[in-house]
């Protein structure tokens, strides 16, 4: 399985943007996927993640009522909704696969940089 992220950029304070994480192969749907953010000096940190069926989903406190998570299972994506964005949302953006509620991680995306500027 690859995982393939796309759209992020340069986008001002207050703006939106919306991530893509394209999976290969045939297990998508069978596992639930989060997306994680690391800015510079700092640890990667959970953003959000989606159960395999979609039945639920859940946020990091910073994004709370600004990002939003969703999966088409038809399409092998995952979407990550980012509106009000800040400048402290900078960071590369990881899109992961795996299994929530135990915290693993299997699958990893290559990131893409999201840069919020003052």
């Known amino acids: 399985v690859q995982l393939q992220a796309s759209g992020g950029g340069l986008v001002q304070a207050g703006g939106s943007l919306r991530l893509s994480c394209a999976a290969s192969?045939?297990?998508?749907?069978?596992?639930?996927m989060g997306w994680f953010r690391q800015a510079p000096g700092k640890e990667r940190e959970l953003v959000a993640y989606?159960?395999?069926?979609?039945?639920?989903?859940s946020y990091a406190d910073s994004v709370k009522g600004r990002f939003s998570i969703s999966r088409d299972n038809a399409k092998n994506t995952v979407y990550l909704q980012m509106n009000g964005l800040k400048p402290e949302d900078t960071a590369v953006y990881y899109c992961?696969?795996?299994?929530?509620?135990?915290?693993?991680?299997?699958?990893w995306g290559q990131g893409t940089l999201v840069t919020v500027s003052s």
């Open positions: 992961a696969q795996g299994t929530a509620t135990a915290g693993q991680w299997h699958t």
């Open positions: 192969g045939r297990t998508f749907s069978t596992y639930d």
């Open positions: 989606i159960y395999r069926r979609g039945t639920y989903t």
